[in-house]
């Protein structure tokens, strides 16, 4: 699982991937259309794809001249599955937290 997560925050990490996975929310697009609003190269946006390709975040498939790129939802679901986990653990820890801290208080109010 780590090595799947390392892959997953790593594709995520950068704004340019993080707003082709937004645009994907909404249905598949042309790789034209996705590279449109990004000023960069062609060639340097198709890297940030294989980044994602690589992650099991997209899929393309090429039909003619126009590859679509799709969006894996498996992935994200993973990480969504972890990060839940995590806000559970932490969610417990600083209920405890706080019930530590108003049993102080409650100890340190003087009596009368």
């Known amino acids: 699982m780590?090595?799947?997560l390392d892959s997953f925050f790593g594709a995520i990490s950068?704004?340019?991937r993080r707003a082709v996975i937004e645009r994907l929310v909404h249905?598949?697009?042309p790789v034209?259309?996705?590279h449109a609003p990004h000023d960069i190269a062609l060639p340097s946006f198709l890297?940030?794809?294989k980044v994602l390709e690589a992650a099991g975040l997209v899929r393309s498939i090429k039909v003619g001249r126009v590859r679509t790129?799709?969006?894996e939802a498996a992935p994200l679901a993973k990480a969504e599955h972890w990060l839940e986990r995590q806000r559970r653990i932490w969610e417990g820890r600083t209920d405890r937290l706080a019930a530590l801290a108003e049993a102080l208080e409650r100890q340190d109010k003087p009596k009368g």
């Open 2 to 4: 780590d090595n799947y």
């Open 14 to 16: 950068d704004p340019t």
């Open 27 to 29: 249905g598949p697009a």
């Open 32 to 34: 034209s259309e996705l």
């Open 47 to 49: 890297k940030h794809l």
């Open 69 to 71: 790129v799709h969006l």
